[in-house]
C-alpha cells in the first residue's frame, strides 16, 4: 500500500543530543513538509521541499535541519539548538501536479526531553 | 503573510448540525481546505474549495466566500465519531509551490 511513513513513534532526547526523525513516503510524491503541532498551536511549518536536494525554511525552522537526498526520504534533525523542542511532529507530501492543498500526513512522532 | 481564525472549541449533540467557521487574512491564495485529526492521529484531507460555493461530500460540506474572507465546515447528522480538531488552511499564492498554513484548530465534542 502507498503511503507516507514516520519512525519512530516516540522519541526521548537528552539535554545537548541531536535527535533525526525519519520520514519516507512511496507516493512519489515532489513536495514534503515537516509541520510541528504543540497543544492549542495547530500546525506550524518548520521546513519543506519541492524537489530533491533543494528544501526552504518554514516559519520556525531555528534549531532544525533537513535533507533531501531522495525523492522518498525527507528526515528532520532537532539539534541541540532547539530549546523547547518537546511536540509532536508531523511530516506529510503532497502531489503538486494535482491536487496540492491535498496533504498526506505520516502518523507523526513525539518528541520529549528527558 | 496570512492568518486564519477559527473557534477554539464547539460541542454539539449527536444526530445535529453544526457548522465550524473560519476567517482568513491573506493577500490572495488558491483555495481553502479543511482536516480531521483525531486526538494522537494523523491530519486527514476533507475537502478544499477552490470556488465560491458550497461543495458537499456525503455528510460534510465546506463553502468559501472569498468576498467575505470567510468559509465554514459543516456537518450534518452528527455521530460520536466526528468527535475530533479540524484545521482549515490555505496556500498563499506566489512564485513556485507555496505551502499550507493551517489555523490553530476547532475542538469538536460531540455529546449524547
Known amino acids: 500500500d502507498g503511503g507516507i511513513t514516520q519512525s519512530p513513534k516516540y522519541l526521548f532526547r537528552k539535554e545537548g543530543q541531536n535527535v533525526t526523525l525519519s520520514c519516507e513516503q512511496n507516493?512519489?510524491?515532489?513536495?514534503m513538509y515537516w509541520y510541528r503541532q504543540d497543544p492549542g498551536q495547530g500546525l506550524r511549518l518548520i521546513y519543506y521541499s519541492q524537489i530533491v536536494n533543494d528544501f526552504q525554511k518554514g516559519d520556525i525552522a531555528e534549531g532544525y535541519s533537513v535533507s533531501r537526498e531522495k525523492k522518498e526520504s525527507f528526515p528532520l534533525t532537532v539539534t541541540s539548538a532547539q530549546k523547547n523542542p518537546t511536540a509532536f511532529y508531523l511530516c506529510a507530501s503532497a502531489d503538486l501536479r494535482q491536487q496540492g492543498e491535498k496533504l498526506f500526513f505520516g502518523s507523526g512522532t513525539q518528541l520529549s526531553v528527558l | 503573510g496570512q492568518s486564519l481564525e477559527q473557534p477554539s472549541e464547539v460541542t454539539a449533540v449527536e444526530g445535529a448540525i453544526v457548522q465550524i467557521n473560519c476567517t482568513y487574512q491573506?493577500?490572495?491564495?488558491?483555495?481553502l481546505s479543511w482536516y480531521q485529526q483525531h486526538d494522537g492521529g494523523a491530519p486527514t484531507f476533507l475537502s478544499y474549495n477552490a470556488l465560491d460555493g458550497l461543495e458537499e461530500t456525503g455528510r460534510f460540506s465546506s463553502f468559501l466566500s472569498r468576498s467575505d474572507s470567510y468559509g465554514y465546515l459543516l456537518l450534518q447528522e452528527l455521530q460520536m465519531k466526528d468527535s475530533a480538531s479540524y484545521f482549515c488552511?490555505?496556500?498563499?499564492?506566489?512564485?513556485?509551490?507555496?505551502?499550507?498554513?493551517f489555523g490553530k484548530g476547532t475542538r469538536l465534542s460531540v455529546i449524547a
Open positions: 507516493l512519489n510524491h515532489d513536495a
Open positions: 491573506t493577500s490572495g491564495f488558491y483555495g
Open positions: 488552511a490555505v496556500r498563499q499564492r506566489g512564485s513556485g509551490n507555496t505551502p499550507l498554513v
